[in-house]
């Protein structure tokens, strides 16, 4: 039974860090009041970044780094589109997406089928052995501690730095952060690279060690997951955690009541994860007075310094 | 979520080219244009990977005679009929839609061009132009279960399947009936991820079975992400569609590999001779369609002169993997002692046999 909890808390941390990475990213963007729908392909360009770095380079660590600017590069185009060129954000993300589902698919072409060296989860001699401890906390990907700094890099810099308090301000009313004299759109660009930076990454973290391999479309709609997962935790990012480990964990459940030959429908237990996230992360977040003070006023509108 | 992937806008390109040229008539020596429709990109390994093989290994068959081209990521629905159509339209004039939910652009792209021949992988309808063809996956399946139960040690042998429909089950039971053929005791777990292809979920899904104690690992989903888990995890696996030692070079026992090119070439020769007809083929071991992957070296001879054995003995008809008594997991007989199931009976499996945990998922 210890047994078994381990190794489910394992593969929980393992399956919910692809979530933490891109949805910690897209929280900043959407605190700085930018709504960028493009996570998916984001992740998949970040992912095909990587894989191809660490095919051709043999150093798995330099893709990550690949992938991480990969998925930064893609987002400036965002950036560029929405902030300097104010098109519509929503239909710039989806736009993006869709680019970087495409794009992926065309660049990782020759490198469908290569089979890399993967990151592997950490060995650490005798912290990792110890019984039960050992597994729990120092055996994980190199991915899962990197997830961990980053919600704590996060947190601590959207709440507890004057930077973050002006991130945050921007997201609220840009044009009371313009008055006082803050670079709205030099803000905002800077938020929109660290989400494409953190889906990247995220992207990166699944070809590199999650299912380290290259394939179209690897990432199967985890940037749209992403996404919902920031509205539901009302853009807090430790419920953004709790959201990623949770689907994870549900997930995970699910697939072991199969295997023990529970008599539930498989369809009713592939849903759970999906509703058992979206049902907690909305009774953890249903204050509806706290969902207004959360959520970023300006999400999703354009600025411009004359208005 | 897919987009149109570079060969599919060059097709387009192509295809709007054409009808600025116009298509010349068909004369006697010139190459028979042949296309395929297929759901997936190529890739490397899978379902598709499969029939392209299949696809150049027919164009090499018959250099000169055919010019082929093929349409890949092409999504079931109104895209196929779309695609499908502007392939007859530009002079393809036998067209292969190698999925299952290509059934009906299918027939209906094929009313609207009576003089040009389609063939349709996996379905059931036909028409005075449209042939349909299929294997009999679960015979590779069996074998693979007779591998599967001569390796296990902890009698635990662990299938990630995609979605609960006859076809899938179809092989669960038969790779179960393989199994414990040779190890009564040996049972199947099964993982439904309802889906055909999410790396990370088949993965997942992997490595439950073998925290719940499977060391063989087996799939019907379409990446090869449970190779490379059974690779990393140091468990066997077994390979399907194509041959995946590659990823796991220690991993892998054998695969069951689909082989259409064979059967590709005999109809395009048909065609260019003027002799095709709308055939219904269920080909299996016999027609060279499901062929076993060379086997790990770790499989002992006499494991794999059994199995060689056994699919002689399948494909000249002397044995079917489901040949009575045969029970599902509830205890109730199936089929009485020495009867060998229909094709009918086969293609609507709605129930485990013993041997099986769990209970199958509802389908309707």
Same mark, same amino acid.
């Given at each position: 039974m210890i047994e078994h909890a381990i190794t489910l808390f394992a593969l929980t941390l393992a399956a919910g860090t692809v979530l933490v990475f891109a949805a910690l990213g897209e929280l900043v963007t959407e605190k700085a009041g930018v709504l960028n729908l493009g996570v998916e392909g984001m992740m998949l360009v970040g992912a095909v970044a990587a894989f191809i770095v660490a095919d051709q380079t043999g150093h798995a660590w330099l893709g990550a780094l690949a992938g991480t600017l990969a998925g930064a590069a893609l987002s400036l185009i965002f950036a560029v589109l929405t902030l300097s060129l104010l098109a519509n954000q929503v239909a710039a993300g989806l736009a993006l997406s869709l680019f970087g589902i495409g794009l992926s698919a065309f660049t990782g072409l020759s490198h469908v089928g290569h089979v890399i060296d993967p990151i592997a989860p950490l060995a650490l001699p005798g912290l990792s052995d110890l019984p039960v401890i050992g597994r729990l906390l120092f055996a994980h990907s190199p991915f899962v501690y990197l997830s961990l700094l980053l919600f704590a890099l996060v947190q601590w810099f959207l709440f507890g730095t004057r930077a973050g308090l002006v991130l945050r301000a921007i997201g609220e009313s840009p044009q009371s952060a313009h008055a006082i004299g803050h670079k709205v759109i030099a803000v905002r660009y800077g938020a929109v690279t660290f989400g494409g930076a953190c889906a990247g990454l995220g992207g990166a973290y699944m070809a590199l060690a999650y299912a380290p391999m290259w394939t179209e479309g690897m990432t199967a709609g985890r940037g749209w997951i992403a996404l919902a997962l920031v509205v539901f935790a009302n853009w807090k990012p430790w419920r953004v955690l709790a959201g990623a480990y949770l689907f994870g964990a549900v997930t995970l459940v699910q697939f072991q009541a199969q295997a023990m030959g529970v008599d539930v429908p498989s369809q009713f237990l592939a849903m759970l994860p999906y509703a058992a996230t979206i049902i907690v992360l909305a009774l953890i977040s249903r204050d509806a007075v706290a969902i207004r003070r959360n $959520?970023? $006023?300006?999400?999703?509108r354009a600025f411009h310094a004359d208005d | 979520m897919s987009v149109l992937s570079p060969k599919s806008v060059l097709f387009t390109m192509l295809a709007v080219l054409a009808g600025l040229v116009s298509v010349s008539a068909i004369a006697a020596d010139t190459p028979l244009k042949v296309g395929f429709v297929y759901v997936s990109p190529v890739g490397d390994a899978g379902w598709t990977s499969q029939h392209d093989a299949a696809r150049r290994e027919m164009e090499k068959a018959l250099a000169g005679k055919v010019v082929t081209k093929y349409v890949e990521n092409v999504p079931e629905g109104a895209d196929a009929e779309r695609v499908i159509r502007e392939l007859a339209q530009s002079g393809y004039q036998l067209i292969f839609t190698t999925s299952f939910g290509y059934m009906n652009p299918t027939i209906k792209v094929a009313k609207q061009f009576p003089k040009t021949y389609f063939e349709h992988a996996t379905g059931y309808k036909t028409d005075k132009n449209v042939g349909i063809y299929n294997a009999r996956f679960y015979e590779g399946r069996y074998l693979a279960g007779i591998v599967a139960g001569k390796m296990t040690k902890s009698n635990i042998a662990g299938y990630v399947a995609a979605f609960p429909i006859p076809e899938v089950v179809m092989g669960i039971n038969a790779f179960t009936r393989g199994m414990r053929s040779v190890n009564p005791n040996a049972v199947t777990k099964v993982v439904w991820?309802? #889906?055909?292809?999410?790396p990370g979920r088949e993965r997942e899904a992997a490595d439950t079975l073998i925290s719940q104690g499977a060391d063989v690992l087996t799939n019907h #989903?379409?990446?090869t992400a449970v190779m490379q888990d059974a690779e990393a995890k140091k468990v066997y696996a077994i390979a399907y569609h194509s041959d995946m030692s590659k990823y796991g070079p220690h991993a892998q026992l054998t695969a069951v590999t689909h082989q259409w090119g064979a059967y590709y070439t005999k109809e395009v020769q048909a065609a260019i001779d003027g002799k095709w007809k709308p055939g219904s083929i269920w080909g299996g071991i016999r027609e060279g369609m499901i062929r076993m992957a060379p086997f790990n070296p770790v499989v002992p001879k006499d494991v794999q002169d059994l199995v060689n054995r056994t699919a002689a003995d399948i494909a000249s008809g002397k044995f079917h993997p489901f040949t009575g008594p045969l029970s599902d997991n509830d205890g109730h007989e199936r089929l009485a002692a020495g009867k060998v199931i229909s094709d009918d009976a086969l293609l609507k499996m709605d129930y485990y046999v013993e041997g099986v945990q769990g209970k199958l998922p509802a389908t309707k």
């Open positions: $959520a970023p $006023a300006s999400l999703g | 991820v309802n #889906t055909w292809y999410d #989903t379409d990446s």
